[in-house]
């Protein structure tokens, strides 16, 4: 029994690419499907599906202004909605958040066009 005890716990602290090394093992050998092992192991480690989870939301952060402030600030009033007023406040305020909860595609976008009017911008 203590044997046993001591398997749970080895399984539960397994990080994901263990878990996966053990699907893998437990197909090729054994002939058990992954999917339901992988499924029985992360049930267990909820730490370790966590990190698993793709992150689907990010903040895009002005950290600098960079050289072209005034380019800055148009860009933001531009992609914020903001007023001219508004949009300085948030660049002189930097570090600060243009946009939060967006998608990752729409974070990248945003942030290659901050970087091209050269500002210093972040994901998070």
Known sequence: MAELKDFAEQLVNLTVKEVNELADILKEEYGIEPAAAAVAVAGGGGAAAEEAEEQTEFDVILTAPGGSKLAVVKLVKELTGLGLKDAKALVDGAPAPVKEGVAKD????????????GAEVELK
Not at 106 to 111: I, M, N, P, S, T
């Open 106 to 117: 729409e974070a990248e976008a945003l942030k290659a066009q901050l970087e091209e009017a």
